[in-house]
């Protein structure tokens, strides 16, 4: 079946715009994650999505970003007024029942 | 809080020798122990991982993993390499699922497996 999918692929902005990006988790599943992958810091974790729970935002670095999963499904990120530090790939996964998660391709956003 | 260090950033190998890449953890409570391997401009793939039960576990592409609770090390091994190997890879713990799961990540391990 079809896995996680991200949108963009890849994505150039210039500092202080804002981007969106999109996740696609497998269908059915009903947790869904954001994580950061940057030379500097890793991989991190952003946001977790649980079914209709409040999110938890434990992971967001600041106030400029956001996240949302509409209808249980779809997720967007939204990294407000970008700074050259958010340059990173930014990965999605999703989880059903059990305890692994199945990640994205990713995007590569690069702030110029 | 949970940490994992990945003890080697990088690590050459010929192809056909045995390889070790390893993995220690900290945590106060239980935790599920992953590896996953990443491919250039890819995403992560999951290669296995320890949620309970035997302590050697093994996974895709002839890989496997020891979990050792007293040494709270996960490491992983690949009795031959293949040059397709090379990639990143990383270790990674998580709380149990009804805690969320998030993932923690070792810093990563780079495989690189020469002709």
């Known amino acids: 079946g079809a896995g996680v999918s991200q949108s963009p692929s890849n994505k150039v902005t210039e500092k202080g715009k804002d981007v969106e990006l999109r996740c696609d988790p497998i269908?059915?599943?009903?947790?869904l994650y954001w994580y950061r992958q940057s030379l500097g810091q890793g991989l991190e974790f952003l946001i977790y999505f649980q079914g209709n729970s409040a999110p938890d935002k434990s992971g967001l670095p600041s106030d400029r970003f956001s996240a949302e999963r509409t209808g249980g499904s779809v997720s967007t990120l939204t990294i407000q007024r970008t700074q050259q530090e958010d340059s990173a790939v930014y990965l999605c996964a999703s989880r059903s029942g059990g305890a692994e998660q199945y990640f994205g391709p990713g995007t590569r956003l690069t702030v110029t | 809080a949970q940490s994992v260090t990945q003890l080697d950033s990088q690590v050459p190998v010929f192809e056909e020798a045995p390889v070790e890449l390893r993995c220690n953890y900290s945590s106060s409570v239980s935790v599920y122990l992953f590896w996953y391997v990443q491919y250039p401009n890819q995403g992560l793939q999951l290669l296995l991982k320890y949620l309970s039960g035997s302590t050697l576990v093994k996974g895709i592409n002839g890989f496997e993993a020891e979990f050792n609770k007293s040494q709270t090390s996960f490491h992983l091994r690949k009795p031959s390499v293949h040059i397709s190997d090379t990639a990143e890879y990383f270790c990674a713990v998580s709380l149990y699922y009804n805690q969320g799961g998030k993932l923690i990540f070792g810093q990563g391990t780079e495989l690189s497996v020469k002709p």
């Open positions: 269908s059915g599943h009903t947790a």
